[in-house]
């Protein structure tokens, strides 16, 4: 027993004089596997203990224990020492050099869709618009009977509709309905507003259509309004979205809620007029819709159409956007690709 205890205590000196030595932490970590490791000295000794009579292992054991605790303590708090001195030349060796320039914080941009509405919004604010907010769940009078869609009116299937538990509350499917709103408001007063905001489609998501998209109706109601004053506000508006010098052009359309109807173009910002992908080599991109608001309308809005007279458009917002910006696809406005958004935000 005396010749294993005399090297178990030889064992303990000469681990805690490595341990004194070791000086980083893969010098611990190799210190560990050589002496208390599962195939360390100590491991080794102990294997041995089995050799001796029976009535000393106990005693032979109880001091293997107490060595082995005493070493893993004081590797303990050596590597505590070296964890802290490590730290202490890290920061050292990465001091701060205050003349470096500093880097530059990673900023938000708007969204192309919240760009391109306040560009509209500033458009028309500079000609004396005013801006209305209306509600995107509407009922389905005002989206579509007091617009002059009566029911079974074939131009209620050109707008497939987001229905509701109630059927005569609906999502809207264009920002119209606003127009009744914003009448009632203000008749028998002029009014000149714009109406932006969110539109629901239960239709096909593909490069050119979503089913949720943004629009904004730009309506005047006064005495003596005409086609003219619709033509100037649009070309004025064009002009200042897409550059000066722009040429417009009309084209008969339909809507219920206008008469007479267009559908109004611009000369292709890309290749002025000559013909390109973009415009579809026709040398003209269509922006909106537009009219003179129905007489059964402006009475539904509470305006004398013997007396009162008005214009209404509507724009889609990333339509303005995809224009202006030449992008292809509208469902990059909604996929949140940082890469896209960081791109036309420029």
């Known amino acids: 027993m005396s010749t294993l205890l005399a090297q178990l205590a030889e064992l303990q000196e000469r681990a805690l004089a490595a341990l004194a030595q070791a000086d980083s932490s893969e010098a ?13 000295q100590l491991t080794t000794l102990l294997g041995g203990l089995g050799q001796l009579p029976r009535e000393e292992r106990p005693a032979v054991g109880k001091v293997a224990n107490e060595i082995k605790v005493a070493l893993e303590s004081a590797l303990e708090e050596r590597q505590a020492a070296i964890t802290a001195d490590e730290m202490t030349r890290s920061l050292s060796a ?25 560009e509209i919004s500033d458009i028309f604010v500079q000609m004396g618009f005013q801006i209305y907010d209306a509600p995107e769940v509407e009922t389905d009078e005002l989206n579509f ?24 509350v609906i999502l809207r499917t264009h920002t119209s309905p606003g127009q009744i709103r914003a009448m009632r408001e203000y008749a028998p007063e002029p009014v000149r507003v714009i109406l932006p ?29 005409t086609f003219s004053d619709l033509k100037g506000v649009i ?6 979205m897409y550059g000066e010098g722009r040429d417009i052009r009309f084209r008969k359309s339909y809507f219920p809620f206008t008469e007479p109807s267009v559908e109004i173009d611009v000369d292709c910002v890309l290749c002025g007029g000559k013909g390109c992908r973009m ?26 159409p013997a007396v009162y ?28 690709d940082v890469r896209f958004l960081e791109r036309v935000a420029k």
């Open 309 to 336: 007279s008005g214009f209404a458009a509507g724009m889609g917002i990333e339509r303005q956007a995809i224009l202006k910006r030449s992008i292809d696809d509208i469902r990059l406005f909604y996929d949140n």
């Open 145 to 168: 009977g007091l617009l002059n869609f009566p029911p079974g009116h074939p131009a209620r299937e050109m707008q497939d509709t987001f229905f509701t538990t109630n059927p005569d």
């Open 235 to 240: 070309l004025n508006y064009a002009n200042q």
């Open 94 to 118: 990465e001091g701060v050099d205050v003349t470096l320039p500093g880097r530059q914080p990673l900023l938000g941009r708007y969204h192309p869709t919240t760009t391109a509405l306040r």
């Open 197 to 225: 905001g969110k539109c629901y489609r239960n239709e096909d998501v593909t490069a050119r259509a979503e089913m949720m998209f943004y629009q904004v109706e730009v309506m005047v109601i006064d005495k003596n309004i």
């Open 28 to 40: 611990m970590r190799t210190w560990h596997s050589e002496y208390v490791g599962r195939k360390g």
């Open 279 to 304: 415009c579809k080599y026709s040398g003209w991109l269509e922006i909106m819709g537009a009219g003179m608001i129905h007489p059964v309308v402006l009475q539904n809005g509470g305006y004398d």
